[in-house]
């Protein structure tokens, strides 16, 4: 049973430029969340998309963007990069049966560094 | 504000002994506490859920306990091992129905369990 699978594992940009990070869910799971950690921080909550829309955001600018396609899989998109956007970037997968539970699945993560 | 704190110092235990975290929270009102395991350069685990009406869950060596009047929740590991040396994360679930149960993590707490 595969689980949550993100590319690339690591990345480099310039500020300015745009970045697209990927991410697989876990087997089964329709809902896909988002979140950004700093070194040293706890992850930070994106956004969660399900049924291809966005659902819930957290308190991230609109350079943050997201999708998700029709297989469940999802993309983060980030414009206008900033040397703050370095970080740790998690996708995380769920399943809405849980309903409220919001038990979170994640993957190993995506390395943005913004030189 | 809205704040959930750990504690930044990392806990150093002997091998055998019971390591104890804490996760205090002011201005959340969460449905739901979990905590997270994370190992260095890998994604956090879910371990533990634990809801707001019931005071204490275990499973195997892990016991939590949520206490809504103090805002506060112990994360027990009885006799640790080695293995058991990461960060711990503790999570609130800020929301009750699906599409608003968006999470809020701590920073983390590391354990070095010491053979």
């Known amino acids: 049973d595969a689980g949550v699978t993100q590319s690339p594992t690591h990345l480099i940009k310039t500020r300015g430029q745009q970045v697209t990070l990927r991410c697989s869910p876990k087997s089964g799971h329709d809902t896909v969340s988002w979140y950004q950690q700093a070194l040293g921080q706890g992850p930070q909550f994106i956004f969660q998309?399900?049924?291809?829309?966005?659902?819930q955001r957290g308190n991230f600018p609109d350079r943050f963007s997201g999708h998700q396609f029709p297989n469940y899989s999802s993309e983060l998109n980030v414009n206008a990069l900033l040397l703050g956007d370095s970080a740790l970037y998690l996708c995380?997968?769920?399943?809405?049966?849980?309903?409220?539970?919001?038990?979170?699945?994640f993957g190993a993560g995506t390395r943005l560094s913004v030189l | 504000s809205q704040k959930i704190e750990q504690n930044s110092e990392a806990l150093n235990i002997q091998e055998g002994k019971t390591a104890t975290l804490t996760c205090n929270y002011t201005?959340?009102?969460?449905?739901?506490l979990q905590w997270y395991r994370q190992d260095p350069g890998r994604g956090p685990v879910f371990l533990l859920l634990?809801?707001?009406?019931?005071k204490e869950k275990r499973k195997e060596r892990l016991k939590v306990t949520f206490d809504t009047t103090l805002k506060q929740s112990l994360f027990h590991i009885t006799a640790s091992q080695p293995a058991d040396s990461a960060t711990y994360l503790c999570a609130l679930v800020l929301g009750f129905t699906y599409g608003n149960n968006r999470l809020a993590f701590g920073k983390g707490n590391q354990v070095v369990v010491i053979p």
């Open positions: 998309y399900y049924e291809e829309e966005e659902r």
């Open positions: 634990i809801r707001e009406n019931e």
């Open positions: 995380a997968s769920s399943l809405r049966g849980q309903l409220a539970k919001n038990i979170q699945y």
């Open positions: 201005n959340y009102s969460p449905a739901y």
